[in-house]
């Protein structure tokens, strides 16, 4: 669910908005029998609530009908529900039943990219093309990692080179500022200042 709400929105507006919705909504069938106007209220902040609010509902009702109200834990199964793409079923494979997966959103695109592991763009590509290189059972650690990097400090714009802990073994090292100070001020999100420390700062 938390997913699906995930897509063109932030996880600090996905978090404020799920503990209402969680408990509101415990199971698949009482997203199936949802209330529509009520669920597009409660998802609303996280942007996108109709086509979302379709999304969970219609999810609901294929996991009733046919997973008996449990979410599968396999990829050919997962994809073929409502609202889950491949990165969505890497998600739950691998925080929910410890299937290794690698989760490629723009984040984690973006940094393979700039660390020149694959110049895909695809993310299927990016996927396949990362597998090779990482162990298996490294996947969905590498993934929360990548993307948190992406996220705080090798931003899209501006990367924080200058305080960056992979600096000197980035080919892609300069994109950014490289003063310390200057790229220090880039750094974004709770872990601000123990990201600095690490760097240095």
Sequence with gaps: VATILSAQSTDKRVNLTTPALFARYRTAMDYAQADRGELEQLIRPTGFYRNK???????????????????????????????????????????????????????????????????????V?????????????????????????????????KPACGVCVLARDCPSYGTGPTDPLVAAELVRGPETEHLL?????
């Design 53 to 123: 609010a379709n999304a969970l509902m219609g999810l609901g009702r294929e996991l009733v009908e046919r997973f008996d109200g449990e979410v599968p834990h396999t990829m050919a199964e997962l994809v073929t529900l409502p609202g889950i793409g491949r990165k969505t079923a890497n998600v739950v494979l691998g925080n929910a039943f410890g299937i290794p997966g690698i989760t490629v959103d723009t984040h984690f695109g973006r940094l393979v990219r700039r660390w020149r592991w694959t110049a895909a763009t695809d993310p």
């Design 125 to 157: 590509k990016v996927e396949h093309a990362v597998g090779e290189l990482i162990e298996r059972r490294e996947w969905t650690l590498l993934s929360h990692r990548v993307i948190f990097h992406g996220r705080r400090v090798c931003h899209a714009r």
């Design 197 to 201: 420390a690490l760097a240095g700062l």
